[in-house]
């Protein structure tokens, strides 16, 4: 809404640049034989607006509502100024200005300009919690343990545990956090107790990769999107986009062993470990993020932007909307190609429907998420939403994030995760339709970034949410 509402401010200032087109509508209010008509719209307007701003949960704490607020405000004033003062003193003082049009049109256009970037980069005004201390809200339960951010989460079969990819971040946002990109791990999250796990790691032959790309215990290894399949042999298979010390994709098998101890003292063992199987590098001009796996071992992977793309080249596209990525896929035989259809701003979460041959992608700056029909080579389905992140399929839905701030909002935080609005919308993955929509304001959590449904417990479904600043997950009842 923010960036409409800044689009049609900035349509306004341009159009008061034009001299002859201000004049002519102040002389067709001059030589209107009755100002009744007019009188009659400007209540109605201004008061459509105000209902609408004040529908809107908490709209006090946003920008957008309030702008559309004041407009319809000051909209009604103009009637009410119109019937108190009379038609002719009215005429009279339009008559004034249209003599005269800058004294109008300066003040005006510096006041549009300066709310159109005010609106552009700031929604998001009210209070903001403090996450200093691992505290849950009255809606979200918080979860601390983490080392890093569990920027993206998966279930493991027996659905006891998640595998959680704890990211190091990305250095142009991070460091404008004033924090350090340093290297992530992988760990799992006990689902019947809520303990954080560090997982056995073993390293193999590259036999899922490209057969070139190496990897050790003692390399930087700063995990990213992840995904989790069983494999057309029986086995399961974990992809991993990784940022340290190449840009690749790794490959883990993940492998049940009753007795495993973990590799923190005092924690009961798990069954699970991994095995690494290989990675594949990316090429040179490719930053990825989110993977999906296909039971045949072949990948989709997004292709965000260029490596050199800054916090400040973030920023002007968030405005500008361009096209700054795709999704690509890759097998043993082919290596890299572009995936038709997928091109749009910041490509980001993805998941792959193998039965339908659908692929989901989500368009960070785009806001939008899309279904790719992979056959027909277009788009099928597509459902606008606000900064969609990782994506998350799952028993016929397609589980979003959704950020309700602007990019600027998050600097107002000291701690982080910086505890802004957000929403989590579960969709009708066939037809994007929208099944439940969940809105969060006021909770000790935020910048989320995936949101994976778990079997119930005690009849209630249980919804684990992941961040990419600050080390902790939320876990929500979905009702």
Request: net charge negative; aromatic share 10%; proline share 6%.
């Amino acid at each position: 809404m923010n960036l409409i509402i800044s689009a049609i401010f900035v349509f306004l200032a341009l159009t008061l640049l034009l001299r002859p087109l201000v004049v002519l509508i102040m002389n067709w209010i001059i030589h209107r034989p009755s100002l009744k008509h007019q009188v009659v719209a400007l209540f109605v307007f201004g008061s459509g607006l105000m209902l609408y701003a004040t529908s809107l949960a908490q709209w006090y704490y946003h920008t957008g509502a309030l702008a559309l607020f004041i407009v319809g405000l000051l909209a009604i004033a103009e009637g009410l100024v119109i019937v108190l003062v009379g038609e002719n003193k009215y005429r009279g003082f339009v008559r004034y200005c249209a003599n005269r049009p800058w004294i109008i049109s300066a003040p005006s256009i510096a006041l549009l300009v300066f709310l159109a970037g005010f609106l552009a980069f700031r929604s998001y005004i009210g209070p903001i919690p403090d996450v200093g201390e691992c505290r849950s809200g009255d809606e979200l339960k918080v979860l601390c343990g983490f080392e890093k951010p569990p920027e993206d989460i998966v279930l493991t079969p027996d659905d006891k545990f998640l595998l959680v990819s704890e990211f190091g971040g990305i250095a142009a946002f991070v460091e404008a956090a004033g924090q350090t990109v340093t290297s992530g791990r992988l760990s799992f999250l006990e689902l019947s107790t809520l303990n954080v796990v560090r997982p056995a790691i073993s390293y193999s032959n590259n036999s899922w990769g490209d057969g070139y790309c190496r990897r050790d215990k003692d390399m930087l290894f700063n995990p990213h999107g992840i995904d989790l399949i069983q494999r057309n042999d029986g086995r399961y298979q974990v992809a991993v986009v990784t940022h340290g010390p190449m840009e690749a994709v790794d490959m883990f098998e993940l492998v049940a062993e009753e007795g495993h101890e973990t590799h923190l003292a005092g924690l009961e063992p798990i069954p699970w470990r991994l095995v690494w199987r290989g990675c594949v590098e990316a090429p040179s001009v490719n930053f990825f993020n989110g993977v999906a796996l296909a039971p045949d071992g072949s990948f989709f992977v997004t292709h965000m932007h260029g490596r050199d793309f800054s916090l400040n080249d973030y920023l002007l596209a968030t405005l500008t909307k361009p096209d700054t990525g795709y999704v690509l896929r890759w097998d043993r035989d082919v290596g890299f190609s572009q995936v038709p259809a997928t091109e749009g701003g910041q490509p980001n979460g993805i998941a792959y429907d193998s039965q339908n041959g659908v692929l989901h992608v989500a368009f960070n700056l785009s806001d939008r998420v899309d279904a790719i029909d992979l056959v027909a080579r277009s788009v099928i389905a597509s459902y606008s939403v606000d900064a969609p992140d990782n994506l998350v399929l799952k028993e016929g839905s397609l589980w979003v994030t959704s950020l309700l701030h602007q990019p600027m909002d998050g600097l107002v935080c000291e701690r982080y995760p910086c505890a802004l609005p957000f929403s989590i919308i579960e969709l009708d993955a066939s037809d994007y339709g929208e099944k439940t929509k969940w809105d969060f304001r006021g909770q000790p959590f935020g910048l989320p970034t995936v949101a994976l449904p778990t079997p119930s417990v005690d009849g209630e479904k249980q919804v684990f949410i992941g961040t990419f600043l600050g080390s902790r997950m939320a876990r929500m009842i979905a009702e």
